[in-house]
């Protein structure tokens, strides 16, 4: 079986990178072909990820870039689509909810391939972000669904997904978690920035609903600002976040003496961080998910999120972005209310294992 495993953007490499590991142990019947779509392009947000989970240089490389959303994905299946006419897989796996998933996902049914989703199902019902679009357009044409959680299973059979279709595997990003996690304590990042085991919060900010809009962007850097004259806060920070603080003439915030942004991190340093950490503030999807299996509280800065079973289950809580709300929900954590949570099922190291085991079947 021909398969070619897409990825494209940051999140998508610690949930590819297991899936390649397996495949790549039964080459009489699996022969992957990994295709990066270059939506993410900087060392920082690629390469970096590339060498630390163990990848090889990508077979095929689209280059397609940064854009406005129709156009990026416009461009990865215009570009994706001469690869698979001239050389055509059997079946195409994409992983999570970025544009490349859903360009590439789109293209291969449109040539009657077969498509697998990793991380189907996954809802927050809230259309206003561009990744909610993708993961529906996604689930609706895959063929096969591998989900995480069971709240995913049924999301797609309330939409209507046959039930063949779907496989609860497990988290393929957790696998990534525990295979490398001897390494994560092998980083010299605490020193590096000059700070303590258990001793600082780590904030990650991207989505365009907290970084887009002037006033949520500025109340959410006046209360980092109350919070590290008690802590220090630790910001590696996205592209878009940056460009967007430079817009917004807020570049007074990078001189703040407790607040030390850095530039995007590798996998290894940044779970680093995330282990070690008293808390973590973030708007991502993954770090949800990665602060749950670590046990360290999660205060998520959005209104909704796709991953429930973290609040369900899990050390997440939801806080959304007014700013009195996030600094008392901080300042209660940091006085010691901490919510604890359990591991959920299938979260073990085995994920990527389980799909094989189908794609065999
Ligand atoms: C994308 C995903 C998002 C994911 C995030 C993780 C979509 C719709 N969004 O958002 O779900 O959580 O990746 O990072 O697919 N840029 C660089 N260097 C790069 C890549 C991007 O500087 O290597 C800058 C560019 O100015 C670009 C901006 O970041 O315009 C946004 O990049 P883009 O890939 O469009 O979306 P993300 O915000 O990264």
Same mark, same amino acid.
């Given at each position: ?6 990825? !494209? ?55 397609? !870039? ?101 496989? %609860? ?49 500025? !109340?959410? %850097? ?25 817009? %917004? ?96 099922? %299938? ?15």
């Amino acid at each position: 079986m021909k398969i070619d495993l897409i990825v !494209g953007a940051r999140p998508n490499y610690m949930k590819a990178a297991p899936v390649f590991r397996e495949l790549q142990k039964c080459p009489a019947e699996f022969h992957c072909r990994l295709v990066h779509t270059g939506q993410h392009y900087d060392e920082k947000m690629k390469d970096i990820f590339f060498r630390e989970l163990e990848l090889p240089e990508p077979e095929i490389y689209l280059g397609v !870039g940064s854009g406005r959303h129709g156009e990026q994905t416009g461009k990865i299946m215009i570009a994706y689509e001469r690869v698979i006419l001239k050389d055509r897989p059997d079946l195409v796996l994409v992983a999570g909810d970025v544009n490349s998933t859903v360009a590439c996902s789109l293209v291969a049914v449109k040539l009657h391939i077969k498509v697998g989703h990793i991380e189907g199902g996954l809802r927050s019902r809230d259309w206003s972000m561009p990744e909610e679009i993708n993961r529906i357009v996604t689930d609706s044409i895959s063929d096969y669904l591998f989900t995480t959680c069971h709240d995913a299973d049924e999301n797609l059979l309330r939409e209507g997904i046959a039930p063949e279709k779907i496989h %609860f595997v497990g988290n393929p990003m957790i696998d990534s978690l525990y295979h490398y996690l001897p390494q994560f304590d092998q980083s010299q990042i605490q020193a590096q920035l000059g700070i303590q085991k258990g001793d600082y919060i780590l904030i990650t900010l991207h989505r365009p609903s907290n970084v887009d809009q002037d006033e949520i962007f500025r !109340g959410l %850097f006046d209360t980092l600002e109350r919070i590290q004259e008690r802590i220090p806060v630790i910001f590696p920070m996205h592209p878009r976040t940056r460009k967007m603080l430079q817009e %917004f003439g807020m570049g007074h915030y990078l001189n703040l003496p407790n607040l030390k942004i850095t530039e995007p991190l590798g996998y290894h340093d940044f779970m680093k961080l995330q282990k070690d950490a008293k808390l973590v503030l973030t708007d991502s999807g993954g770090i949800q998910e990665e602060t749950t299996v670590l046990g360290v509280p999660c205060l998520t800065l959005r209104e909704n999120t796709e991953r429930p079973i973290t609040i369900l289950e899990g050390t997440n809580e939801l806080v959304g972005s007014d700013p009195q709300k996030i600094y008392e929900h901080t300042m209660a954590i940091l006085d010691g209310q901490i919510k604890r949570g359990k591991i959920p099922e %299938f979260w073990d190291g085995h994920a990527a294992a389980r799909i094989i085991a189908i794609l065999f079947r």
